[in-house]
């Protein structure tokens, strides 16, 4: 089973910028990918997600025009870049794969990876 691993998550202030990245192995070359992430006391949520090939990108309204989702096949990596953070952003981001078309419902990803906490500071 592909177990992506996170990292790039830490303490940054408002308006700053981290860049989340995701390390996958080969398998998930051909696996649509998505960032969820998950606040204290809240639901998982959907961030971003792109198509196996990086043609097609979505993102949630909360995040979008800030955060960019991308992959680099070669190093079967996926990255999300967070700009403009806001306190609200706040929570363990994690990063899942499915073998399908990209989706913003996270239980059709079947291999989630175990998280990376991003705190914003007001």
């Known amino acids: 089973q592909v177990q992506p691993v996170e990292s790039g998550g830490g303490l940054v202030q408002t308006g700053g910028s981290l860049r989340l990245s995701c390390a996958t192995s080969?398998?998930?070359?051909?696996?649509?990918m998505g960032w969820f992430r998950q606040a204290p006391g809240k639901e998982r949520e959907f961030v971003a997600a792109i198509s196996w090939g990086g043609a097609s990108t979505y993102y949630a309204d909360s995040v979008k025009g800030r955060f960019t989702i991308s992959r680099d096949n070669a190093k079967t990596t996926v990255y999300l870049q967070m700009n403009s953070l806001k306190p609200e952003d706040t929570a363990v981001y994690y990063c899942?794969?499915?073998?399908?078309?990209?989706?913003?419902?996270?239980?059709?990803?079947?291999?989630w990876g175990q998280g990376t906490q991003v705190t914003v500071s007001s």
């Open positions: 080969g398998r998930a070359l051909t696996s649509a």
């Open positions: 899942a794969g499915r073998n399908g078309p990209p989706s913003t419902e996270a239980h059709r990803y079947g291999y």
